[in-house]
Structures are given as structure tokens and as C-alpha cells.
């Protein structure tokens, strides 16, 4: 193939021209990028406030629960005798609380024995552990030594929840403990015995002592028991929740304690002071967008829509019709949003019921509305993406037509380059033609000259 260099037999500058030329031809090239730039813009734009969108929606998800306007708050006087929870379903109130005894686990021990002592050994010979309705049985027609009974009943196929311990003393003989995994009477361990093996085999013993160091009674007293203004209450477990509705007690230790319920305030306050701030977020996000690209006329409808909801009147909800009565107010300058919690609180307390359902009614609330105008811009093929897929739709015919073009510039440019190299060539042949004519005239100059000498 024969090397080819524009312009060498000419000295016309064919590369620069042919340069010079294809700029001005792409010129529709660089609109369509620009096109193209702007459309990924409006996309990153619109993905933004799609975000402010949604972080908005997800503070109005708490003021659409009426629980979070019915939270309260429980104490104890003294919290080493019991620890105290509370759930919307708790009333305020207060309760004199008597702690007499905590729940155990049910425990039993057996005499001391040899390690070398062995049990069962004969068919039919077994153990079976029962705690409520489950039971485990350990076969012992082989003779086994307590350390080995420990190991077998310490194994995942024991349904029951009794785990077995061996304790060694002083004079190298050995106890094996039996502890329930739960406390409570109704939890105890029930032994029964199969073959040569009966009660007297292990001679197992209650463990269990109370406060006082004192074994207890009986097995009935593995209950905890407390008293409640007065009233006794028993129960298998040391967290109580089915005696004061809404309250969850944790015994911790025989005392006596002073519980309280009030109101809390502060995670409906929290909640709306989510709101406020997730708003004037989005606000500012607004402000910001008008110039990346996002279409203006779409932002003031987004913007005159939740300003709309803000002042919508809010009819049949009890005490207050609009989110200002309630301490949320609009900065006329700035267009944010600001919060008097001591006005929400307020209004909270003296008539709960009403803002509970200024926020919460699930037919026509504040938040319920809010939220509603709000799943409509963010929700799938909502308006943002409506947009945004109307913008990816742009992109998409813009790359077809940049393909299009190049594939027509490549042309182009090869057309300049064979027209530019032709006159390239003529040129070059002309100046040699002229070159040679020149030669010429100069030869038949001189043999004039020289005949008249």
C-alpha cells in the first residue's frame, strides 16, 4: 500500500484544512451533547428531590400512628426492687407495688456419690426428666457413672430445657444438679423412674432457697409473688405483663416500689420535630434544584402543593383545624418551617384525643393527606418518574442520532480528504508542469544570448 502524506508535493496544508472543516461540521454533534448533558442533569436533579420526597413521606409514617401521640412513660421508685415499661395501652396512674418472692428455676440436687459409681445397668432401666408437657427419657440399661448421665442429658435431642450440672466437693464426691430452663412452678422438673431404678436411687432434693437463705416450702413458691395495691398476684415468670394492662413489671429483688404512668410527650414533639426538619430540607433542595436543571414550572407545582397541604383546614378532627394551632408555622421569609414544642405539648396534654386525630384519623389527617399527595410524586411511575423515564426516553433518541451522525461525519471527512488530496495532486502536477516550462524558457533565453555573441 503507498504511504500517503496531504500536502507534501503541493505544500497545501490538507490535514488542517480538512481539521478546519469537520469542526464547523460537527457543530450539531456538540448541540446534541449538550442536549444530552442536560437531560442527565434533569435526571440527577429529579433523583435528588425524589429522595427529599421519600425522606419526608418517612417522617410522616410516625405522625400516621396514633400511637405515637399515646406514648407514655412508667418509673419505679426503686429500681433495684423493679423495673418498669410501659406501651400505648397503659393508662396514667400509680400503683403501690410489693415484691414477696422472685420466680426460680426449679432445681434439684441427688446425694453425693463416687465418681466411680454407676447407675442402671439392668434392661428396662431409665430415667425420664418432664417439665410441662415435654419429656426426655435417658436410657440406663447401661450402668453409667453421674459424669456420664450429665453428658447425655446435656444434649440437643432434650426437649425439656433441663440441663444437668455436677458439682464436686470437698470430699471428692460428686453431685449432679438438675436446673430448669424456665422458672416458675408450672416449669418445675418431674422425675420418673423405670426398671431397677426408683426414687431413692439418686434421692434427688429441692435446691431452691429464698431470700432469706431458707429452702423453700415447696415447689408452689418457685412462683414470683407481689402484691398490687393490695391485691396478690402470682406468676411464673419475673417479667409480669398481664397484671396492669399496658405495663410490663421486671422483679428484680423483695422490696417494695412506687410505680408511676404519665404521658410522654416527647416522641409525639420528636416525631413532628421530624417533620419540620424533613421539610425544610426538602425546601432547601427546591430552592437548589431551580437551577441544575429540573424543570422550574414542575418545582413551584411541587412546592405550591405541600404549601397548600400546610394550610389546608382540617374540619371534624376535634379541637384544631390547621398544623399551626398546633406550633408549626411558616416563616414568611424563608418559606421554612418552625416549631413551638411548647405549644404541641400543650395542646397534647389538655386534649390528646384531638391531636391524635388531627395527625392520625386514617380517613382524612394531616399526615394521612400528607402522605397521600406525597406517594403520588414518589411512588412508581409517579410524577418523578414520569420525568425522569421522559428524560431517559430524550437520552436514548439523542444517541441514535449522535450514531447517525458520526457514522455521516466519517463520510464527510473521507469525502474532504480524497477532494483535498486530488487538488493536492493536481497542484503538485502544475507546479512541476510550471517548474519544467520554466527550465525551458530559461535554456531557450540563453542559447538566444549566446548566438548574438
Same mark, same amino acid.
Do not use: C, P, W
Given at each position: 500500500m503507498a504511504i500517503s502524506s496531504p500536502g507534501l508535493g503541493s505544500g497545501l496544508d490538507v490535514t488542517g484544512i480538512?481539521?478546519?472543516?469537520?469542526?464547523?461540521?460537527?457543530q450539531p454533534l456538540t448541540r446534541l451533547n449538550?442536549?444530552? #448533558?442536560?437531560?442527565?442533569?434533569?435526571?440527577?436533579?429529579?433523583?435528588?428531590?425524589?429522595?427529599?420526597?421519600?425522606?419526608?413521606?418517612?417522617?410522616?409514617?410516625? *405522625?400516621?400512628?396514633?400511637?405515637?401521640?399515646?406514648?407514655?412513660?412508667?418509673?419505679?421508685?426503686?429500681?433495684?426492687?423493679?423495673?418498669?415499661s410501659s406501651d400505648t395501652d397503659a393508662v396514667t396512674s400509680s400503683y403501690n407495688v410489693t415484691v414477696?418472692?422472685? #420466680?426460680?428455676?426449679?432445681?434439684?440436687?441427688?446425694?453425693?456419690? #463416687?465418681?466411680?459409681?454407676?447407675?442402671?445397668?439392668?434392661?428396662?432401666?431409665?430415667?425420664?426428666?418432664?417439665?410441662?408437657?415435654?419429656s426426655f427419657t435417658l436410657d440406663l440399661s447401661t450402668a453409667m457413672t453421674l459424669g456420664e448421665i450429665q453428658s447425655a442429658i446435656n444434649?440437643?435431642?432434650?426437649?425439656?430445657?433441663?440441663? #444437668?450440672?455436677?458439682?464436686?466437693?470437698?470430699?471428692?464426691?460428686?453431685?449432679?444438679?438438675?436446673?430448669?430452663?424456665?422458672?416458675?412452678?408450672?416449669?418445675?422438673?418431674?422425675?420418673?423412674?423405670?426398671?431397677?431404678?426408683d426414687a431413692n436411687t439418686f434421692n434427688f432434693s429441692m435446691l431452691n432457697r429464698d431470700a432469706s437463705d431458707q429452702l423453700l416450702a415447696g415447689e408452689n413458691e418457685l412462683d414470683a409473688s407481689l402484691?398490687?395495691?393490695?391485691?396478690?398476684?402470682?406468676r411464673a415468670s419475673n417479667s409480669v405483663t398481664d397484671v396492669i394492662e399496658g405495663l410490663t413489671l421486671n422483679l428484680q429483688a423483695a422490696g417494695q416500689s412506687n410505680i408511676s404512668i404519665n404521658q410522654d410527650s416527647s416522641v409525639a414533639k420528636s416525631a413532628v420535630s421530624g417533620f419540620v426538619k424533613a421539610y425544610?430540607? *426538602?425546601?432547601?433542595?427546591?430552592?437548589?434544584?431551580?437551577?441544575s436543571g429540573a424543570s422550574g414550572s414542575v418545582l413551584r407545582n411541587i412546592e405550591n402543593q405541600l404549601r397548600g397541604m400546610l394550610n389546608n383546614n382540617l374540619t371534624g378532627l376535634g379541637s384544631y383545624s390547621y398544623i399551626s394551632q398546633l406550633g408549626v408555622t411558616t416563616n414568611s421569609d424563608t418559606g421554612k418551617l418552625e416549631f413551638d414544642s411548647e405549644i404541641f405539648v400543650s395542646a397534647l396534654e389538655d386534649s390528646p384525643q384531638s391531636v391524635t386525630s388531627f395527625f392520625s384519623d386514617e380517613d382524612g389527617g394531616f399526615a394521612t393527606r400528607f402522605d397521600g399527595l406525597l406517594e403520588g410524586f414518589v411512588k412508581s411511575g409517579g410524577t418523578i418518574d414520569s420525568i425522569i423515564d421522559g428524560s431517559n426516553s430524550r437520552i436514548e433518541g439523542i444517541e441514535r442520532?449522535?450514531?447517525?451522525?458520526?457514522?455521516? *461525519?466519517?463520510?464527510?471527512?473521507?469525502?474532504?480528504?480524497?477532494?483535498?488530496?486530488?487538488?493536492?495532486?493536481?497542484?503538485a502536477n502544475m507546479t512541476t508542469t510550471s517548474d519544467y516550462l520554466t527550465s525551458q524558457l530559461d535554456m531557450l533565453s540563453n542559447l538566444a544570448s549566446g548566438n548574438k555573441k
Open positions: 480538512v481539521s478546519q472543516l469537520m469542526a464547523i461540521e460537527q449538550q442536549k444530552e #448533558a442536560q437531560a442527565q442533569a434533569q435526571i440527577s436533579a429529579y433523583g435528588t428531590l425524589k429522595g427529599g420526597l421519600s425522606s419526608l413521606q418517612s417522617a410522616m409514617t410516625k *405522625l400516621m400512628d396514633a400511637d405515637t401521640f399515646q406514648a407514655t412513660k412508667a418509673s419505679s421508685s426503686d429500681s433495684d426492687v423493679i423495673t418498669v414477696n418472692r422472685l #420466680a426460680q428455676q426449679h432445681k434439684l440436687g441427688s446425694s453425693e456419690f #463416687a465418681s466411680s459409681t454407676t447407675f442402671g445397668g439392668m434392661a428396662g432401666d431409665e430415667l425420664t426428666l418432664t417439665v410441662g408437657s415435654d444434649v440437643e435431642t432434650n426437649g425439656t430445657g433441663v440441663t #444437668a450440672g455436677l458439682i464436686t466437693g470437698d470430699s471428692g464426691n460428686q453431685t449432679l444438679v438438675l436446673t430448669s430452663g424456665s422458672t416458675g412452678y408450672d416449669n418445675r422438673v418431674q422425675l420418673s423412674f423405670g426398671g431397677s431404678l402484691t398490687v395495691d393490695g391485691v396478690s398476684v402470682t425544610n430540607s *426538602l425546601n432547601d433542595q427546591l430552592s437548589t434544584l431551580q437551577s442520532s449522535r450514531e447517525s451522525l458520526e457514522r455521516r *461525519l466519517e463520510g464527510i471527512e473521507a469525502r474532504y480528504l480524497r477532494q483535498f488530496g486530488a487538488l493536492d495532486g493536481l497542484i
